[in-house]
């Protein structure tokens, strides 16, 4: 699956999560609000979806309803695969450090990560320490 220009990613997220049919509206209440986008270019945007196979498109009267036809999870999983491996050289370490370089975690944060590596531990086995995080 190709990865989707940044425009066309933002439409597919709101959609995504709107989990259910949306409208052109819809979408432009949703979308970042210091963008100024014309609802022409957003149709565009759409109709570029919808021929990539992201979207459908259902018309009820005279409004166009779009619904998801790819799923989310499986998108951002070989989206962010394609992103470690070709920015960070496939090193989680790096791209922890890139994000939060300098900045410091919330414990929360922190809680959530600290969960993830050991429910990863627990289904990989022990790793060597080299391969910590």
Do not use: H
């Amino acid at each position: 699956m190709k990865k989707l220009p940044e425009a066309e990613q933002e439409l597919m997220m709101i959609i995504w999560d709107a989990r259910r049919p949306v409208t052109r509206n819809e979408i432009e209440e949703k979308m970042c609000s210091d963008r100024n986008v014309m609802p022409s270019t957003v149709l565009t945007l759409l109709s570029r979806l919808e021929e990539r196979g992201f979207v459908i498109k259902e018309k009820r009267g005279k409004i166009n309803y779009y619904t998801a036809v790819r799923e989310k999870g499986p998108y951002l999983k070989e989206t962010g695969k394609k992103v470690l491996k070709n920015l960070f050289g496939n090193s989680l370490s790096v791209f922890a450090a890139a994000l939060y370089g300098g900045e410091k975690l919330s414990d929360a944060e922190i809680d959530k990560l600290q969960s993830f590596l050991d429910e990863q531990r627990g289904a990989k086995g022990p790793e060597e320490p080299e391969n910590k995080l």
